[in-house]
């Protein structure tokens, strides 16, 4: 039996919305993909230690905070610490286009804002894990 793809759904900090999360969660579930959501307002210590607890393949963080170029980095960097490389990190959400770049080199393998089809966030992650 093959295994299904498991999603680690994050909100990192103080966003109260996640209509967006739901979404596209449902969406990854629809996908065939396993899909947990860690809730509102968490830490990145808490959405790596999730990650890390489910052994997911896959961490999807939204944010509209406008602090995704601490929070996002924050996540990689524990990810690092923890010894943890084989995880595909991928942030979505309100996020302008000049900061998708230094996102993206810090490890954030794509960044996919408002108005992206959930299917291509579906293709991307099945065309993208690091896990076999």
Known sequence: MERKIRVLVAKPGLDGHDRGAKVVARALRDAGMEV???GLRQTPEQIVAAAIQEDVDVIAMSILSGAHNHLFPR???L????????VLVIGGGIIPEEDI???RECGIAAIFTPGTPTSETIRFIQENLKRA
């Open 36 to 38: 947990i959501y860690t």
């Open 79 to 86: 990810l690092r610490e923890q010894g943890v490389d084989d």
């Open 101 to 103: 770049p230094a996102l």
């Open 75 to 77: 996540v990689m960097e």
